[in-house]
């Protein structure tokens, strides 16, 4: 596979219409088609199919969408890390994926830090839930991984964080369980609920319930909790979250109330073991650790 034909496919894939992706890549529209048909001889599969205005992607072409990203992603960051020339001036960019969490702050705080002493490291930071970061982690697509809660550290060398993340709810202003101090497993009986897909395969809340999670009545999942909080305004359940990454505050409409007993999710930054990381990588490594052993 050719890299310039998989970016072909991916500018056809967003755009789903051919004619514009060629324009973008300044391709005679025909000589696109033929480069397109060329890699769907080569995996011998029907990527897409072409409608009326465009295109739509079969569900070959929308599984070969996601390999040819990460194919491009890591060629984009194998050239970051080769670009790097061999003077003391350390330079390129570190890649962290992290699930939603307050952890994201000391991240943010030891970058400040790098980047006072060094304006040549950048970051690129990607979010998304522990199958996404893992899956992104064992790659090789990104350096490091934060992650919430229990998770399986077997493959991977770690920083356990001296922070935690409190678990609650968050409800309307207007429910009944508003004025609480807390929740409690039998509040939860009978109420429509929205949950992380991370939090509904944990054992930490069956745990806490006493009972299994899937006997509750769970209506809907997400990755993001932003978008759930906006399900929430309008009415359509309890979101369960962690604190500190929603705002609650008096014009938000919505009020965050701790789980009781509490649940506390650790936090861990984790890599490849025995991972061979570029400069940039080592010098966040070695100040992330700093960070909270002198702490």
């Not at 020339?85 to 390129?92: L, N």
């Not at 982690?137 to 399986?152: A, E, H, T």
């Not at 500190?244 to 109330?257: A, M, P, V």
């Not at 930054?269 to 991972?275: E, G, I």
């Amino acid at each position: 596979m050719e890299l310039h034909i998989l970016r072909y496919f991916l500018e056809a894939a967003k755009e789903l219409n051919i004619t514009r992706t060629a324009a973008k890549f300044h391709v005679a529209q025909p000589a696109m088609s033929k480069q397109l048909g060329k890699l769907e001889r080569e995996l011998g599969r029907k990527l897409y199919v072409r409608e009326q205005h465009g295109i739509r992607l079969t569900p070959d072409g929308i599984l070969f969408r996601k390999r040819a990203q990460e194919i491009v992603d890591l060629e984009e960051k194998t050239l970051a890390e080769f670009a790097q020339d061999d003077t003391q001036i350390i330079s390129g960019t570190v890649y962290i994926g992290a699930g939603e969490t307050a952890g994201v702050r000391r991240i943010g705080r030891v970058l400040r830090e790098i980047r006072a002493e060094y304006p040549g490291i950048n970051y690129r930071m990607i979010s998304g839930d522990y199958e996404d970061v893992a899956e992104k982690l064992g790659k090789g697509l990104i350096d490091f991984g934060l992650f919430v809660g229990k998770v399986s550290l077997k493959d991977y060398d770690c920083l356990i964080l001296p922070e935690s993340d409190r678990w609650g709810a968050i409800v309307r202003v207007d429910d009944v369980l508003a004025d609480r101090e807390f929740v409690s497993p039998s509040d939860l009986r009978g109420r429509e609920l929205l949950f992380s897909h991370q939090a509904c395969t944990q054992g930490e809340f069956s745990e806490w319930l006493g009972f299994r999670a899937d006997t509750l009545n769970i209506t809907g999942t997400h990755n993001l909790a932003y978008n759930a909080a906006v399900m929430v305004r309008e009415g359509l359940g309890i979101l369960i979250t962690i604190d500190g990454i929603i705002s609650t505050g008096n014009e938000s409409g919505l009020r965050f109330i701790p789980l009781m007993p509490e649940i506390r999710a650790g936090l861990v930054l984790a890599w490849k073991k025995d991972a061979i990381l570029s400069k940039a990588a080592q010098k966040f490594r070695q100040q992330f650790t700093a960070s909270f052993t002198e702490a």
